[in-house]
């Protein structure tokens, strides 16, 4: 329609999809998706002068996975105008207690939406079409990965994952936090929620703007409480 054309720019071989654009295509489509029984609402956003991520949470469709724990669905936002995959839609699952949520990023390399800055607008709808399937088919294959965390019984040696990574980590933007990570990170856990609780205040260090460290931190918790899950029986 008439709507996406507004937003292309430049030549034949580059789209400008910018950041703006993302944003009015993303509302779009979250309410076309009222119509498949799917409501959200924004849960977080951070944004720099070239890169947006903005996460939207399912409403009334939480699962317990545990005691005081739940996890509800989402979709995240994110735009890099330096980057090819200009508008890319991830699906997600946010961890909830009463008092905060905690935000993770799985490693699945095909998002649920992608449109890359050579693609034409015939492209770029066809996409979009697709978008309540894919989401159904991400749901189907990762919920069982987030509600294995429930059996999650030992939680101490998140320290020790975490502080190798962060000692690992190259990028200044990560680094810089190491010393405050590593306060906020002693003590003895001893239950899912006081471990979300300590996840909740490394998140809380970072600042908004700092994008590829709020990354880095999503992707090990995910990659630490899924894997913590699916092996809590060994």
Same mark, same amino acid.
Do not use: C, W
């Given at each position: 329609r008439s709507l996406y054309v507004r937003a292309i720019t430049s030549t034949n071989l580059y789209k400008d999809y910018n950041i703006a654009f993302s944003v009015f295509i993303t509302l779009y489509q979250l309410n076309s998706l009222k119509s498949y029984g799917y409501s959200f609402e924004v849960e977080h956003y951070s944004f720099d002068e070239s890169e947006i991520s903005v996460i939207f949470r399912e409403i009334n469709n939480e699962k317990k996975i545990s005691d005081e724990?739940?996890?509800?669905?989402?979709? !995240? &936002?994110?735009?890099?105008?330096? $980057?090819?995959?200009a508008v890319k839609l991830s699906g997600n699952f946010i961890i909830q207690t009463k008092d905060y949520s905690v935000y993770t990023k799985n490693n699945i390399k095909t998002p649920i939406l992608s449109i890359g800055h050579g693609n034409t607008i015939k492209t770029a709808k066809k996409n979009i079409k697709n978008l309540p399937d894919n989401i159904d088919r991400y749901i189907a294959s990762s919920i069982e990965d987030y509600m294995s965390i429930?059996?999650?019984? +030992? /939680?101490?040696?998140? @320290?020790?994952?975490? &502080?190798? $990574?962060? @000692?690992?980590?190259?990028?200044? !933007?990560? +680094? +810089?936090?190491?010393? !405050? /990570? @590593?306060?906020?990170? +002693?003590?003895?856990? $001893?239950?899912?929620?006081? &471990?979300?609780?300590?996840?909740?205040k490394l998140e809380n260090l970072i600042k908004n703007e700092d994008i590829r460290a709020v990354e880095f931190l999503r992707e090990k918790i995910y990659q630490y409480l899924v894997n913590k899950g699916k092996n809590s029986n060994i």
């Amino acid at each position: 329609r008439s709507l996406y054309v507004r937003a292309i720019t430049s030549t034949n071989l580059y789209k400008d999809y910018n950041i703006a654009f993302s944003v009015f295509i993303t509302l779009y489509q979250l309410n076309s998706l009222k119509s498949y029984g799917y409501s959200f609402e924004v849960e977080h956003y951070s944004f720099d002068e070239s890169e947006i991520s903005v996460i939207f949470r399912e409403i009334n469709n939480e699962k317990k996975i545990s005691d005081e724990v739940f996890i509800s669905f989402a979709i !995240e &936002l994110t735009n890099s105008e330096i $980057k090819s995959k200009a508008v890319k839609l991830s699906g997600n699952f946010i961890i909830q207690t009463k008092d905060y949520s905690v935000y993770t990023k799985n490693n699945i390399k095909t998002p649920i939406l992608s449109i890359g800055h050579g693609n034409t607008i015939k492209t770029a709808k066809k996409n979009i079409k697709n978008l309540p399937d894919n989401i159904d088919r991400y749901i189907a294959s990762s919920i069982e990965d987030y509600m294995s965390i429930g059996k999650i019984k +030992k /939680f101490n040696d998140i @320290q020790t994952y975490l &502080l190798s $990574k962060l @000692q690992k980590a190259n990028t200044p !933007e990560i +680094k +810089k936090y190491s010393l !405050e /990570f @590593q306060k906020t990170l +002693k003590g003895r856990i $001893k239950s899912l929620v006081e &471990l979300l609780d300590k996840i909740n205040k490394l998140e809380n260090l970072i600042k908004n703007e700092d994008i590829r460290a709020v990354e880095f931190l999503r992707e090990k918790i995910y990659q630490y409480l899924v894997n913590k899950g699916k092996n809590s029986n060994i």
